[in-house]
């Protein structure tokens, strides 16, 4: 069970948005819609923000969006703001009927 | 609201067993709930998922650790547990509790997690 593929780190600009990616197989991401994404802040527990590929939980800014195609999945963030900065962790439902999660991302608001 | 705590040694010996407690609060585990789990992280490294306990009592656990882990539940002291076998240094992580209401394969009540050192 290999952890899906993130990159290390992304950045942007308060205002601006920016994508992050999460590639997985088969196995995986591209073989069920159940991909989520989790926010975290150091010291704190994970935050979820993405659910089921697109759905965002109660109280979640409709600033975070996301979608899938193929065995990749994809966060995006508009209108950047300072308390976004964060790690973010991808999820998703595997054949052998657990999760397996991402590297993480570290996000920098500059 | 329901919130969750992990509770447990922060510092374990090697070969020895880990054992720690999610005790939830402010309401009932059991309540809209899908499944339990726990997930670790260790020093510079991303989430890995240890396993989980599905309201059907079902376990699945994390292949690389299937034959070190036992997850369980007790409801009726709204708490469920981990305990992992036979640990090493590379068991050393901050551990987290979780748990799913809203829908079958997402997390979305955590706890705060704590820190086990594998280490005499």
């Given at each position: 069970?290999?952890?899906?593929?993130?990159?290390?780190?992304?950045?942007?600009?308060?205002?601006?948005?920016?994508?992050?990616?999460?590639?997985?197989?088969?196995?995986?991401?591209?073989?069920?819609?159940?991909?989520?994404?989790?926010?975290?802040?150091?010291?704190?527990?994970?935050?979820?923000?993405?659910?089921?590929?697109?759905?965002?939980?109660?109280?979640?800014?409709?600033?975070?969006?996301?979608?899938?195609?193929?065995?990749?999945?994809?966060?995006?963030?508009?209108?950047?703001?300072?308390?976004?900065?964060?790690?973010?962790?991808?999820?998703?439902?595997?054949?052998?009927?657990?999760?397996?999660?991402?590297?993480?991302?570290?996000?920098?608001?500059? | 609201?329901?919130?969750?705590?992990?509770?447990?040694?922060?510092?374990?010996?090697?070969?020895?067993?880990?054992?720690?407690?999610?005790?939830?609060?402010?309401?009932?585990?059991?309540?809209?709930?899908?499944?339990w789990?726990?997930?670790?992280?260790?020093?510079?490294?991303?989430?890995?998922?240890?396993?989980s306990v599905y309201?059907?009592?079902?376990t699945?656990?994390?292949?690389?650790?299937?034959?070190?882990?036992?997850i369980?539940t007790?409801?009726?002291?709204?708490?469920?547990?981990?305990?992992?076998?036979?640990?090493?240094?590379?068991?050393?992580?901050?551990?987290?509790?979780?748990?799913?209401?809203?829908?079958?394969?997402?997390?979305?009540?955590?706890?705060?997690?704590?820190?086990?050192?594998?280490?005499?």
């Amino acid at each position: 069970q290999s952890a899906l593929t993130q990159p290390a780190s992304v950045s942007g600009s308060p205002g601006q948005s920016i994508t992050i990616s999460c590639t997985g197989t088969i196995s995986d991401i591209g073989g069920y819609n159940y991909v989520s994404w989790y926010q975290k802040h150091p010291g704190k527990g994970p935050k979820l923000v993405i659910y089921d590929v697109t759905h965002r939980p109660s109280g979640i800014s409709n600033r975070f969006s996301a979608s899938k195609s193929g065995n990749t999945a994809s966060l995006t963030i508009s209108g950047l703001q300072a308390e976004d900065e964060a790690d973010y962790h991808c999820s998703s439902y595997t054949t052998t009927g657990t999760l397996v999660f991402g590297g993480g991302t570290r996000l920098t608001v500059l | 609201q329901l919130q969750l705590q992990e509770s447990g040694p922060g510092l374990t010996k090697p070969s020895e067993t880990l054992s720690l407690t999610c005790n939830g609060s402010g309401g009932s585990i059991t309540k809209s709930s899908y499944y339990w789990g726990w997930i670790r992280q260790p020093p510079g490294k991303g989430l890995e998922n240890i396993g989980s306990v599905y309201y059907s009592g079902t376990t699945y656990y994390n292949p690389s650790l299937k034959n070190r882990v036992i997850i369980s539940t007790d409801t009726s002291k709204n708490q469920f547990s981990l305990q992992l076998r036979s640990v090493t240094a590379a068991d050393t992580a901050v551990y987290y509790c979780a748990m799913s209401t809203i829908g079958y394969y997402a997390l979305d009540i955590w706890g705060q997690g704590i820190t086990v050192t594998v280490s005499s």
